[in-house]
C-alpha cells in the first residue's frame, strides 16, 4: 500500500508487522521519544504515547502503568546497558519489539560524540529470545529483513542480503 513511500524500508515492513497483532483502538506505549515511525503509527490512526527520555535501565515506571494495552520497543533495546529489566517490569500482555542484528561483518554501531547514540548490544536472533524468555515473555510470531544500503562495496552488498533487523511479537506468559 505504501510501497516506497517511507523513508526507510523497515518502516513499511513494522507497520504491516504491528497491524497484524494492534487494534487501532488499543493503547499503545512507545518506548522512547517520539520518532518518524511513531509520527506514522499516529497518522495510521493509532493511539500511541511516547515515553520522555527517561534512562529505562534506571526508571522503568512507565511501563508499571496499566493504562496501556501494548508496548512497542523498536530500536531501543540495543541502547540500553540492562533491557531485562524493563522487559520484566512491562504489565502489559502484548509487546511489539524490534533490534539491530549483530553482523559478522560489521563493528556494532557507536556514535563517539552523543553518548545516547550507540548500541551496548546488537544481538544474535537466540540471544533476544532468550531475554524475552528470561523476562517472561513468549514469542508468538517473528521476521527478520535486510537494510539495504545504496553504497557501493562488498558491506553494502552483504546487506541486501544479510538480515539486519528482527521483529518480534511476544506475550506475557
Known amino acids: 500500500m505504501y510501497e516506497n513511500s517511507f523513508p ?3 518502516y513499511q515492513i513494522t507497520l504491516d508487522f504491528l497491524k497484524k497483532y494492534v487494534a487501532k483502538n488499543e493503547i499503545i506505549l512507545d518506548l522512547g521519544v517520539s520518532n518518524p515511525f511513531s509520527e506514522i503509527l499516529i ?3 493509532f493511539n500511541v504515547n511516547n515515553t520522555l527520555g527517561q534512562d529505562l535501565d534506571l526508571d522503568t515506571s512507565i511501563v508499571t502503568n496499566n493504562d496501556f494495552d501494548v508496548i512497542t520497543a523498536f530500536q531501543i533495546f540495543e541502547h540500553m546497558v540492562a533491557p531485562f529489566n524493563v522487559l520484566t517490569a ?6 511489539i519489539a524490534s533490534i539491530p542484528l549483530k553482523l559478522w561483518f560489521s563493528n556494532a554501531y557507536r ?6 547514540d550507540r548500541h551496548y548490544h546488537e544481538f544474535e536472533d537466540w540471544q533476544f529470545d532468550w531475554l524475552l524468555k528470561k523476562s517472561g515473555w513468549e514469542i508468538k510470531d517473528h521476521i527478520k529483513f535486510t537494510s539495504p544500503v545504496k553504497k557501493i562495496g562488498l ?17 506475557r506468559k
Open 90 to 95: 512491562i504489565k502489559t500482555n502484548k509487546l
Open 43 to 45: 497518522n495510521e490512526g
Open 155 to 171: 558491506r553494502p552488498i552483504l546487506r541486501k542480503f544479510t538480515p539486519r533487523f528482527y521483529l518480534v511479537y511476544a506475550e
Open 111 to 116: 556514535n563517539k560524540n552523543d553518548q545516547w
Open 8 to 10: 526507510h524500508k523497515r
